[in-house]
């Protein structure tokens, strides 16, 4: 399925006016045609795909570049909903420059308004800013309205040593500078290190809700246009379902809000 430019070009630009609203933009992460369709349902107004999420949901390891093939699929499967969703590419699957472009271009013909790129790597390094930078760059050139969303790990990857704000602020001035749209610094945990990275660039920043961290009214406080939730529904959803089987089990009820067999077919016909 190939989208309509001017429909592209018009729903691009609402998911960039989402990051610029009164209120921060909470992007639940899917994983699946099924779970995108019920946070559309829901009343969300975009939505992110999880690479865990779907990596697991396929039997394939994540952050390694196993999922661009499921990846491509579900951004198309997606485009029947009809709504504003970004795909999450890893860290572009091993792709050149000019590779990556490509792959983004091929997600936007199918629908995707949004791309989320990382600079971890899957030997737990962080790619060359220079390197990171140039396919920022390619991306923009290749699909000028698409929103990307760079993600650096600085404070993910943090087995080597521990976190330096400063080196995670000269990579996402770096990625801004090579085009990219907002910055995404999951990990980031510490309010006063949210704020400062907030104030120190001039892009939406985008970080991961953390349950044991601020609330979205505090991250919203603190400067945050975008919240994701990252693997973290696929994994409560997971745990439902398992925690549901052992109250079978046991004897014990179940909860009594689970949707409906004729809800969900209804999802499966949006």
Same mark, same amino acid.
């Given at each position: ?45 975009? #939505? ?12 394939? $390891?994540?952050?390694?570049?196993? *999922? ?20 999450? #590419?890893?860290? /572009?699957?091993?792709? +050149? ?16 308004? /949004? ?5 971890? =790597? ?19 050139? =290749? ?8 993600? *650096? ?14 080196? *995670?602020?000269?990579?996402? =001035? ?36 953390? $349950?044991?961290? $601020? ?19 696929? =994994? ?20 009594? +809000? #689970? ?12």
């Amino acid at each position: 399925m190939t989208v309509d430019r001017q429909r592209a070009m018009t729903a691009a630009r609402a998911f960039h006016a989402l990051h610029h609203g009164d209120e921060p933009l909470l992007l639940p992460n899917a994983w699946d045609y099924g779970s995108a369709a019920a946070l559309i349902a829901a009343g969300f107004p975009a #939505i992110g795909t999880t690479s865990l999420g779907v990596a697991v949901a396929n039997g394939l $390891p994540d952050g390694q570049g196993a *999922t661009r093939a499921e990846t491509v699929a579900l951004a198309h499967r997606l485009a029947r909903l009809s709504c504003l969703y970004s795909v999450d #590419i890893e860290g /572009g699957f091993g792709g +050149d420059p000019a590779g990556v472009a490509e792959l983004v271009a091929e997600l936007a013909d199918a629908g995707a308004v /949004g791309v989320n790129l990382e600079d971890g =790597r899957p030997d737990g390094a962080l790619a060359a800013t220079s390197a990171q930078c140039a396919r920022i760059a390619a991306i923009k050139a =290749r699909v000028p309205d698409l929103f990307v969303n760079a993600r *650096t790990d600085t404070h993910w990857l943090t087995a080597a040593r521990p976190p330096v704000l400063a080196d *995670t602020i000269d990579r996402v =001035r770096a990625y801004q500078a090579a085009g990219a749209d907002g910055v995404f610094v999951p990990g980031l945990a510490d309010p006063a290190e949210i704020g400062a990275l907030a104030r120190a660039v001039d892009a939406p920043l985008n970080v991961l809700f953390l $349950p044991a961290g $601020p609330t979205v009214r505090q991250l919203a406080e603190l400067g945050v246009r975008r919240i994701s939730t990252g693997s973290l529904l696929f =994994r409560a959803a997971v745990h439902a379902a398992v925690a549901t089987v052992r109250a079978i089990a046991a004897g014990r009820p179940v909860a009594p +809000d #689970i949707p409906s067999y004729a809800e969900m077919a209804e999802l499966g016909r949006r």
